[in-house]
């Protein structure tokens, strides 16, 4: 019977996937990327009829046993764009930087104005960056690694629904301005966005996510030890 | 028989960059690094790629499927949110807004810097 519900929900997961992937191409509209239209529809299910996460993962692992072989596969892209990434190193690394350090402090400041607690702020700094990356700098620097998910995903998911209007607005159309926007604020899920929008965007957000990663986990410890 | 033998390339490739990803983890547990895994072995194969010790041709088909469907493997821990459903109510409803707006700031910031220095290299 177990077997039998966990069979169901990887099924059903693949179903969905692939119904909500042709509605986002007939109605390509930000807001009904899959992975919304997905998550929002299962967590609903799954609520109403008291299924429990653990249930549901116990499906859904298989599919999450492809998450990290796909991280792996990125290199593909960047192994294509090579001269193109060789060509703007510096731009690049710059924007890396300047990406890790907006996220680390903003993070921590507005956490500060509105009066949140050290737990909390804690384990808001690290929001941008991959969720392993999140809740491993979370733990260290005193968050919660849990609510660090919670952020993670917000800030990977609202990015990649709002970054095209973002972007739009601010006239931001360049490979590298696009690429290191979604790679760097959004993470794999912006990565996986950029990849709409084309190869060269997508090298440049895999790479731009991947430096971010480092620098944040790097740097998270040493600002915060010193604000 | 073309589509079979191009059925089982792809597998054939994704055992390889299964392979790959078990020697990041290996490696990221063997010297408790902060980095994830998948991010050491997507470091390895760009590496083998770079240096020709793998060619291009053995990866090209696995990695095309996965980036195609991408969003697909993330749903399964994004539902995690589920288990925190109680956490968004009262005060801790501002963190939503507040994760966007540092977000927001990110990509505006770094978008327009990241273009701006391109356009003046060219």
């Known amino acids: ?227 | 028989m073309n589509l079979k033998s191009n059925l089982f390339i792809t597998i054939l490739q994704l055992a390889l960059l299964f392979g790959f990803y078990l020697i990041g983890v290996s490696i990221q547990k063997l010297f408790g690094l902060l980095i994830p895994g998948s991010v050491i072995g997507m470091v390895l194969l760009l590496v083998c790629l770079y240096t020709n010790l793998l060619p291009e041709q053995w990866v090209s088909k696995g990695a095309t499927f996965l980036l195609n469907h991408l969003p697909l493997f993330f749903i399964p821990v994004t539902v995690g949110v589920m288990n925190h459903l109680d956490f968004f109510n009262g005060k801790s409803l501002w963190l939503i807004p507040i994760v966007l707006v540092s977000t927001w700031i990110i990509m505006i910031t770094t978008g327009f810097i990241g273009q701006t220095l391109v356009n003046r290299k060219e």
């Open chain 1, 1 to 227: 019977m177990f077997l039998l519900q966990a069979m169901f929900w990887l099924i059903f997961t693949i179903a969905i996937y692939f119904i909500f992937t042709l509605l986002y191409r007939l109605l390509p509209y930000p807001f009904l990327i899959p992975i919304l239209t997905c998550t929002v529809l299962l967590v609903i299910l799954l609520t109403s009829f008291d299924v429990s996460y653990d249930t549901y993962f116990s499906g859904g692992k298989v599919i999450d046993a492809f998450l990290g072989p796909a991280i792996v596969a990125l290199a593909y892209p960047l192994y294509k764009q090579r001269k193109l990434l060789n060509k703007y190193k510096n731009e690049l690394l710059s924007t890396v930087l300047l990406s890790s350090m907006l996220g680390i402090l903003s993070g921590y400041w507005l956490t500060l104005l509105f009066g949140f607690g050290e737990v909390i702020q804690f384990s808001f700094v690290p929001k941008n960056v991959t969720t392993p990356v999140a809740m491993e700098v979370s733990r260290m620097i005193g968050g919660e690694p849990a609510l660090a998910v919670i952020f993670v995903m917000i800030a990977g998911i609202g990015g990649a629904v709002t970054g095209p209007w973002i972007l739009k607005l601010f006239k931001i159309t360049n490979f590298l301005g696009v690429g290191i926007a979604l790679g760097g604020a959004s993470h794999a899920i912006g990565t996986a966005k950029a990849l709409e929008y084309g190869q060269e965007e997508a090298a440049v957000s895999s790479i731009g996510m991947s430096l971010c990663a480092l620098c944040v986990s790097v740097l998270a410890p040493i600002l915060i030890n010193w604000l």
